[in-house]
């Protein structure tokens, strides 16, 4: 169940809605803790463990960090080394590629989408 609970931290933490200084502060440690057979009833036809309860009460927290570029780009600037490639065309390609991600299951962050494209378009970069 630990790994469980690790993965299930970590993947809030890559989403931002995770901080690691509440994992300095023990809430990881709480949620593993927390008993699976102890339920807490919401209605006659909902009953939800507590563990299962603060899992769904995180994932359901806007990020609190965002782990994304926040600077405006200005599109006349350009790559170094690559004229006519703009910083700004590299940075809505790997937001595109960061969509794409999310709606397969598999959430990739901004750094990840642009060392991909970066891969994948080695023009937009050299």
């Given at each position: 169940?630990?790994?469980?609970?690790?993965?299930?931290?970590?993947?809030?933490?890559?989403?931002?809605?995770?901080?690691?200084?509440?994992?300095?502060?023990?809430?990881?440690?709480?949620?593993?803790?927390?008993?699976?057979?102890?339920?807490?009833?919401?209605?006659?036809?909902?009953d939800?463990?507590?563990?299962?309860?603060?899992m769904?009460?995180?994932?359901?927290?806007?990020?609190?960090?965002?782990?994304?570029?926040?600077?405006?780009?200005?599109?006349?600037?350009?790559?170094?080394?690559?004229?006519?490639?703009?910083?700004?065309?590299?940075?809505?390609?790997?937001?595109?590629?960061?969509?794409?991600?999310?709606?397969?299951?598999?959430?990739?962050?901004?750094?990840?989408?642009?060392?991909?494209?970066?891969?994948?378009?080695?023009?937009?970069?050299?």
């Amino acid at each position: 169940m630990e790994s469980s609970i690790k993965i299930f931290c970590e993947t809030l933490k890559r989403d931002g809605k995770f901080l690691p200084a509440w994992e300095d502060l023990g809430l990881k440690k709480f949620i593993e803790k927390l008993d699976d057979n102890k339920t807490i009833k919401f209605s006659e036809t909902s009953d939800v463990s507590t563990r299962e309860f603060m899992m769904r009460f995180l994932t359901s927290l806007p990020a609190v960090v965002r782990f994304e570029e926040l600077a405006k780009t200005d599109p006349s600037i350009t790559s170094r080394n690559t004229p006519g490639v703009s910083n700004a065309a590299l940075s809505e390609t790997a937001k595109r590629l960061m969509s794409e991600s999310a709606k397969q299951g598999s959430p990739i962050s901004f750094t990840e989408a642009v060392k991909q494209v970066a891969r994948e378009n080695p023009s937009m970069v050299e």
